[in-house]
């Protein structure tokens, strides 16, 4: 059974956003492993809450990757 996880900063999609990526990834998996995968994939994304990961050492939040300046 094909699995994608898909994390995401919590608050960055709305419903609408999600049901497309559960949709693309399905039909990216299809389209790789042949339609009889589409019944089996299961596409999971996962809200991360604010300040919950990090890259390079740096902690991220919704803000920052908004480009929006930091407080303080």
Same mark, same amino acid.
């Given at each position: 059974? *094909? ?5 995401? *900063?919590? @608050? ?11 949709? &693309? =990834?399905?039909?990216? %998996? /299809?389209?790789? %492993?042949?339609?009889? /995968? &589409? ?5 999971? =994304?996962?809200? =991360? /809450?604010? @300040?919950?990961?990090?890259? @390079? ?5 919704? /803000?920052?990757?908004? @480009?929006? *300046? &930091?407080?303080?």
């Amino acid at each position: 059974m *094909p699995f994608a996880n898909l994390k995401v *900063p919590a @608050g960055s999609l709305d419903a609408e956003q999600k049901e497309r990526l559960v949709h &693309r =990834v399905t039909d990216l %998996y /299809a389209e790789i %492993y042949g339609e009889r /995968a &589409r019944a089996t994939t299961l596409v999971l =994304v996962e809200d =991360v /809450a604010d @300040g919950g990961w990090g890259v @390079g050492g740096d902690v991220l939040t919704l /803000a920052a990757l908004r @480009g929006e *300046p &930091r407080a303080g």
